[in-house]
């Protein structure tokens, strides 16, 4: 039987990678010896989070280890020249590799991967995928795949919060050496330029049934993190639309540092009995139930899986015009140009009048080509090539 493990920062937390994550590793574990090696702390442990219960899965706890201050002075200086100044080739990018991860921390992390005896090492999201491939001289005869959750343009466009455009080519010079590198959508395999493969993320959780479509409320799930789900930009929008319509009304379901943003706006709009912030649930299948349509105003997204489990649940979509939007839903979503908040306000009048039996029968349909059985199908081709 073969030995997999998923290198990742979290699975004991909330969030779309983690619950994707436990979603594959739990199905792979049916039929392989799974490990996830997660940098989570010991004490989070919590097999409650994605029903990790119902699998038999392992789990290894890592901390990297202390870098001396020298040398962190000496790695930031290499990484300011590289950045800046230095010419972006593969020798410049593989001593940036170096210097960004230092000796102590890749000789603890090979010793732990070593120790397991892995036949395939999954990286979950591009920096960690990035550092595998550093260690790729050290794990020779083990499969190496890169998992990116983000889009390309969220990683490497300009004014990105993650790694920026000056790191592009660093990333792909690293992500080449892997055996395979896993992206979500064909846009984004279209704009890197090293081979990578496409498979989506999957309906990750069962209804428990579909909307009646009769609440007249609109919903949103997602962290609260910086900029990234937009939903600054959603009660701004519903601001407007409420101007003209006194009935609806939104949920949104979420944690994070945003929160007290939000609140602030719902306060300075006086909407405090039309838009309710919710907490993060194990249970979020009955706030697709009780929704009539979904609203995702992301200003990026790698895979929105939420838009998967409201179609599961029957519901109509709005969108921004992210290129995976389009491609997981075509025709059927409702969008508006990322960012335009009258746009989202305008296609939020048109929801409210849609044929909900028609919608939903679409949006089923749609749904049910994300099924976990396809999707772990093309993760145990991936798995099993030689």
Request: charged share 20%; hydrophobic share 40%; glycine share 6%.
């Amino acid at each position: 039987m073969k030995r997999i493990c998923f290198l990742t920062d979290s699975i004991f937390s909330f969030g779309g990678v983690q619950r994707v994550t436990a979603v594959i590793a739990k199905e792979l574990a049916k039929d392989y010896d799974v490990t996830i090696l997660t940098i989570d702390r010991p004490e989070q442990k919590d097999l409650s989070f994605y029903g990790l219960s119902d699998a038999h899965i392992h789990y290894r706890f890592f901390s990297f280890p202390h870098v001396p201050r020298w040398k962190n002075y000496f790695c930031k200086a290499y990484s300011y020249l590289y950045r800046r100044h230095l010419p972006q080739t593969k020798f410049t990018s593989d001593i940036y590799a170096h210097s960004s991860f230092p000796w102590e921390k890749r000789k603890a992390l090979i010793k732990e991967l070593k120790s397991g005896n892995y036949d395939v090492i999954i990286g979950v999201h591009a920096p960690l995928a990035v550092r595998l491939a550093t260690c790729r001289h050290a794990l020779k005869g083990t499969r190496l795949i890169g998992w990116i959750h983000n889009s390309y343009e969220a990683l490497f466009g300009k004014g990105s919060l993650y790694i920026g455009p000056e790191l592009c080519k660093h990333y792909e010079f690293q992500l080449a050496k892997l055996d395979a590198t896993v992206v979500l959508c064909h846009d984004d395999s279209q704009k890197y330029h090293i081979p990578t493969r496409v498979i989506y993320n999957p309906l990750t959780l069962l209804p428990d049934a579909p909307s009646e479509g009769m609440s007249k409320k609109f919903l949103a799930v997602g962290r609260f993190s910086r900029l990234h789900k937009g939903f600054d930009l959603l009660i701004e929008a519903f601001r407007i639309f409420a101007e003209q319509n006194s009935e609806w009304t939104l949920n949104i379901v979420g944690e994070g540092v945003e929160e007290p943003l939000y609140r602030q706006l719902i306060a300075e709009y006086h909407l405090e009995n039309r838009i309710t912030i919710h907490p993060f649930t194990n249970h979020i299948q009955q706030y697709y139930h009780d929704a009539q349509v979904y609203v995702l105003s992301s200003r990026w997204e790698g895979f929105g899986l939420v838009l998967v489990e409201a179609m599961a649940h029957g519901l109509p979509v709005i969108s921004s015009n992210l290129p995976t939007s389009q491609e997981i839903m075509g025709d059927f979503g409702l969008y508006f140009i990322n960012g335009d908040v009258n746009g989202m306000a305008r296609q939020m009048q048109v929801a409210t009048q849609l044929d909900w039996q028609e919608t939903s029968k679409q949006a089923l349909q749609i749904a049910a080509r994300f099924n976990i059985d396809t999707i772990i199908n093309q993760w145990k081709q991936l798995i099993d090539e030689r």
